[in-house]
Nanobody, 126 residues
Framework: QVQLVESGGGLVQAGGSLRLSCAAS????????MHWFRQAPGKEREFVAG????????NYASSLKGRFSISRDNTKNTVNLQMNTLKPEDTAIYYC???????????????????WGEGTLVTVSS
């Protein structure tokens, strides 16, 4: 089992930055790839970014690459998402997720995830 708790969401003006954090616990954390997804009102949950077990590989949604950056600290069991140059269309609930596939999936679906956090709301005002 893996327990995930997100933090760092809030209200920010367009062009600003936020850093989301995910605290992970459980015996399989070190064996899990970690991901961020987001879900805007009325839309499906979509992949944002992923990072491999070691932190050596990362994947991003093509539309977000360059503005968002994912990282992890395995000594602290945390995963971070640095979001820069935020836009109103980035407004969503952001979810931390863990998966246990053999390889880091390049563009995973929500159904590929094994564990989820409760989410943290990010609101970007224009």
């Amino acid at each position: 089992q893996v327990q995930l708790v997100e933090s760092g969401g809030g209200l920010v003006q367009a062009g600003g930055s936020l850093r989301l954090s995910c605290a992970a616990s459980g015996r399989t954390v070190s064996n899990s790839h970690m991901h961020w997804f987001r879900q805007a009102p009325g839309k499906e949950r979509e992949f944002v970014a992923g990072i491999s077990r070691s932190g050596g590989s990362t994947n991003y949604a093509s539309s977000l690459k360059g503005r968002f950056s994912i990282s992890r600290d395995n000594t602290k069991n945390t995963v971070n998402l640095q979001m820069n140059t935020l836009k109103p269309e980035d407004t969503a609930i952001y979810y931390c997720a863990a998966s246990t596939q053999l390889y880091l999936p390049p563009s995973p679906r929500a159904s590929d995830m094994n564990y989820w956090g409760e989410g943290t709301l990010v609101t970007v005002s224009s």
